[in-house]
């Protein structure tokens, strides 16, 4: 069975944390791969081939919103747009776009559009319950930030693709809901650093540059900024995505993101963020120069995806997953 662009003998949808470690243990003792997912909406790297897919899905319940300290704990399983709407009522906002389940976000860890002051999502998880590959639930992290303690798993877990464990829960810190978020097209974005807007992107079309700033607050502050600098902003957000059958992520040093950008004909930065998007398979030839290319989607099977490899990656993925079980497309 095709799901996303992994090719399944089995698909499981578990409605407990019992059946998942279930399913992790049988893995083992069957020798069988596993890969987990939400959605499948965010698919990054080369079609896999897996003994068992295992779905989030249905592990999608909020556990807990805390007004008063500003974190949430929900299940894996619930999806981005479901967590909005509820803790919307409470005057909280999570500032991250994504169009999947919180375990694909932080798995994924893509950057945010809000890329300034909130570039990406490992920034915001708390803590979290996870499975590792031997079939162990492991609780790591708190509800306050302050924390400090122990190994920091769910951070390690943070970009991995499902690669190291499985999320079963996770706590997010969230914001107070901006009155407005709202964005302007200008030509020169650093000049408005000082302002602290929430995000700076810039996209290029045929070697024309835009740049979006995008700020969230007081209405009447955002207004304020309209009128002194004469600019003209719109309430939401831009409408702005990249389509094309070759999709690459270049990581760059924070501040040189419209640069590498210009070396394209179309693609998008997020500036703070240290990352650029294009659709040009030619950007895999910065490897040369020392940049890391991942080849977020189109990779084919003799590609390297991801274009780098870290021996501390390795020791970590022998202690939580030793059987080596979960797959994922890394290098």
Known sequence: MLIHNADCKEIYYPSSYEEVVNLIRKANEQKLTVHPFGLGTNHIG?????????????????????KSDLYVVAQAGVSVDMLEEAIKSEGLFLPFTYSGTLGGLASTNKPSIFSLLYPYPKDFILGAKIVTGNGEIIRSGSKTTKFSSGYKIWKVLSGALGSLGIYLELIFRLIPKPEMIAYAEVEDPFRYISLRPWGILSTVNSAKITNYLIFGGFANFIKKVSEEYSINFSEGLPKIDLECEKILGIITARGEEIEVLRLFQKGIAYVGAGYVRVCDPNALKLRDKGYTVIIEKGCQDDEKCFGFSYSTFKLIKSALDPNNIFIAGLD
């Open 46 to 66: 080369k079609q896999l081939f897996a003994d068992v897919c295992i779905s989030m899905s249905k592990l999608n319940k909020i556990i807990e919103i805390s």
